[in-house]
Structure formats: structure tokens, C-alpha cells
């Protein structure tokens, strides 16, 4: 079974700074594409930023420049670097992965979600 385990959200000044993390267990056999989305109260969920297992990112428009997001292979973890952080930032944030395990489809698994809330 496949657990995706994520850490650092919290309360943070608007300009400040904040690092996720999610860590994927498991019996997994490979990790394609991994991202963060974000829920906002009354708001449908979000792409905040995806890599490929090769390095190569897309990020929303609202968070270029401030945001990034990068992947430790070896530790099948993804990381998201957030900066400048705005009131508008303030979500709920999921990791998401794209994983095959042994005998089984290739699907998407889901963190359970870190708060971040940026207010003064």
C-alpha cells in the first residue's frame, strides 16, 4: 500500500517563507509525475506546481516566481519552496503522485493535506 506523507505547512507573515514536503511509501516500482494542489474554503482544488520524474516543471500562473518545486528521486520525496507568501496562498495543500506498484494499474495517490495559512 502506497502512503504519500506530507510535512511543514503551518502560520506564516504574508511575505514569508514555508517548505513542504511529501515522502511516498510503499512498494513502489516507479514515480512519474508528482505535483501539489491546493483547496481553498469554497474553492475547487488546484495544480500549484508539477515536476516530471526528469526535472521538468509547470507551475500556476499565480505562484511563478515565488514558488518551486523540486523532487529527491532516491527518497521518492517532492518538495515545494514557497516564498512571498501571500493571504491569497492560504489552502489547504496536497501532494500528488503518479505511481506503479507491483501488479497493479498505474493511478494517482493523494496526501492527506497540510494547512498553510499566511496571515499577520
Known amino acids: 500500500q502506497v502512503q504519500l506523507v506530507e510535512s511543514g505547512g503551518g502560520l506564516v507573515q504574508p511575505g514569508g517563507s514555508l517548505r513542504l514536503s511529501c515522502a511516498a511509501s510503499?512498494?513502489?516500482?516507479?514515480?512519474?509525475?508528482m505535483g501539489w494542489y491546493r483547496q481553498a474554503p469554497g474553492n475547487q482544488r488546484e495544480l500549484v506546481a508539477g515536476?516530471?520524474?526528469?526535472?521538468?516543471?509547470n507551475y500556476a500562473d499565480s505562484v511563478k516566481g515565488r514558488f518551486t518545486i523540486s523532487r529527491d528521486n532516491a527518497k521518492n520525496t517532492v518538495y515545494l519552496q514557497m516564498n512571498s507568501l501571500k493571504p491569497e496562498d492560504t489552502a489547504v495543500y496536497y501532494c500528488?503522485?503518479?505511481?506503479?506498484?507491483?501488479?497493479?494499474?498505474?493511478?494517482?495517490?493523494w496526501g492527506q493535506g497540510t494547512q498553510v495559512t499566511v496571515s499577520s
Open positions: 515536476i516530471l520524474s526528469g526535472g521538468d516543471t
Open positions: 500528488n503522485a503518479d505511481i506503479i506498484v507491483p501488479w497493479r494499474p498505474r493511478r494517482e495517490y
Open positions: 510503499g512498494s513502489i516500482l516507479n514515480i512519474f509525475t
